[in-house]
Antibody, heavy 120, light 106 residues
Framework: EVQLIQSGAEVKKPETSVKISCKLS????????IHWVKEAPGKGLEWMGL????????VYGPKFRGRVTITVDASTDTASMELNSLRSEDTAVYFC?????????????WGQGTLVTVSS | DIQMTQSPSTLSASVGGRITITCRAS??????LAWYQKKPGQAPKLLIY???SLESGVPSRFSGSGSGTQFSLTINSLQPDDFATYYC????????FGQGTKLEIK
């Protein structure tokens, strides 16, 4: 079964950047689209964007476009999400997730989440 | 972008009871609607996909219905483990979550 393992918690200062990784095992990395979802304290779930594990093509959510970059390294079966110009509202748990391998798919597999704390 | 309006935002119910959560899309999404259960400190868990298909391993007391713009999630015979937050999500045109419904024990 597919498993997604994310990198550890981060503490960052405002206006800096953070990069979180997500390693896929138990499946063929290039067959999946990896998505990123934000869960801010007391807020709901928010879709940030996705990357095609096969060719690195990306689609970003409107709220994050211009500030987030999602990349893949197929040689290590890893996707990464970098968020720039951090502000306090970016304090959240970030999840990577994927579905069945189709572009249009619900999320069956989830990483454990990575807490990012933005504080001066 | 498609907006998802979920209601209610909070819900109190008793063990053994039955609840229904609704989700409305701002435009038709066919049946590309999923429901997730979210507990603190855990990743979301897929319960229902394609509006009414039960994910493997999910108890049959969970059910979903609807198509187009109106959807619902029903939980019968509530168990203590069911008290959590529930989200709908459309995946017809990009991806959007509802605001969530927190299910509390009465």
């Amino acid at each position: 079964e597919v498993q997604l393992i994310q990198s550890g918690a981060e503490v960052k200062k405002p206006e800096t950047s953070v990069k979180i990784s997500c390693k896929l095992s138990g499946g063929t990395f290039t067959a999946y689209y990896i998505h990123w979802v934000k869960e801010a304290p007391g807020k709901g779930l928010e879709w940030m964007g996705l990357v095609d594990g096969q060719d690195g093509e990306t689609v970003y959510g409107p709220k994050f476009r211009g500030r987030v970059t999602i990349t893949v390294d197929a040689s290590t079966d890893t996707a990464s999400m970098e968020l720039n110009s951090l502000r306090s509202e970016d304090t959240a748990v970030y999840f990577c997730t994927t579905g069945s391998g189709d572009f249009v798919s619900p999320y069956r597999f989830w990483g454990q989440g990575t807490l990012v704390t933005v504080s001066s | 972008d498609i907006q998802m309006t979920q209601s209610p935002s909070t819900l109190s119910a008793s063990v053994g009871g039955r609840i229904t959560i609704t989700c409305r899309a701002s435009q038709s999404i066919s049946n590309r609607l999923a429901w997730y259960q979210k507990k603190p400190g855990q990743a979301p868990k897929l319960l229902i996909y394609e509006a009414s298909s039960l994910e493997s391993g999910v108890p049959s007391r969970f059910s979903g219905s609807g198509s187009g713009t109106q959807f619902s999630l029903t939980i019968n015979s509530l168990q203590p483990d069911d008290f959590a937050t529930y989200y709908c999500q459309q995946y017809n045109s990009r991806y959007t979550f509802g605001q969530g419904t927190k299910l509390e024990i009465k």
